[in-house]
């Protein structure tokens, strides 16, 4: 019989059998302190137990944010995708692994760490299972069938303000279904 989670997150983010095998890699690795799964927009999909709901967004915005610009210097310098990113801190260390289409697995480990220990175990996870780890990417509907919106429609009827020329000018709904300048009144 499983033991319940000193902090319940499963209403937070991910299925049961996800939390419990990212439980199950704090357990077997002493040095890791949290772990999250994230999609590949940044939203929390899994946690370990004791991650609040609080901690856990923050730690999916940070490392979707570390994830992309790696990606982006990857591009860039034509480098090719990225495996891993390691942060040091002074207390700490964070990795961030792509686990699956477009997810990443986020580790904190403390600061004595066995990096090449982390690394392999969090590789083995993904591997094991990456079908518990990958996530659907986000279509361009949205859940009330209206088509997303893209950043040349919120160009659209923009008008002249202070001086400045309409073209190009974002704008920003506002109530009542008016567009207003951003930056704007």
Same mark, same amino acid.
């Given at each position: 019989?499983?033991?319940?989670? @000193?902090?319940?997150? *499963?209403?937070?983010?991910?299925? #049961? ?13 002493? *040095?890791?302190?949290?772990?999250? =799964?994230? *999609?590949?927009? %940044?939203?929390?999909?899994? !946690? ?24 982006? &210097?990857? /591009? ?9 990113? &390691? &942060? ?9 692994? @792509?686990?699956?289409?477009? *997810? !990443?697995?986020? &580790?904190? @480990? ?5 990096? %090449? ?27 009330? #069938? /209206? ?10 009827? @923009?008008?002249? =303000? /202070? ?9 920003? +709904? =506002? +109530?009542?279904?008016? /567009?207003?300048?951003? #930056?704007? %009144?």
């Amino acid at each position: 019989m499983n033991a319940p989670r @000193a902090t319940d997150n *499963s209403a937070f983010a991910g299925t #049961g059998e996800l939390n419990w095998l990212l439980d199950d890699l704090v357990e077997r690795v002493g *040095s890791i302190r949290k772990v999250l =799964v994230l *999609s590949g927009d %940044g939203l929390p999909r899994g !946690c370990s137990r004791d991650l609040s709901r609080e901690d856990g967004e923050h730690l999916a915005a940070v490392a979707s944010g570390f994830h992309s610009l790696a990606r982006g &210097v990857g /591009r860039h310098f034509q480098a090719g995708g990225v495996r891993q990113t &390691v &942060v040091e801190l002074d207390d700490a260390f964070l990795f961030v692994t @792509a686990a699956g289409d477009g *997810s !990443c697995l986020a &580790v904190l @480990a403390d600061a004595d760490a066995d990096m %090449g220990l982390v690394a392999y175990e969090m590789t083995l996870l993904v591997k094991r299972v990456g079908t518990h780890l990958a996530t659907a990417p986000r279509t361009d509907t949205p859940s009330a #069938g /209206r088509p997303r919106r893209t950043g040349r429609q919120h160009t659209q009827g @923009a008008r002249a =303000v /202070r001086g400045r020329p309409a073209q190009g000018l974002l704008t920003r +709904p =506002v +109530p009542g279904g008016r /567009r207003t300048p951003r #930056g704007g %009144g």
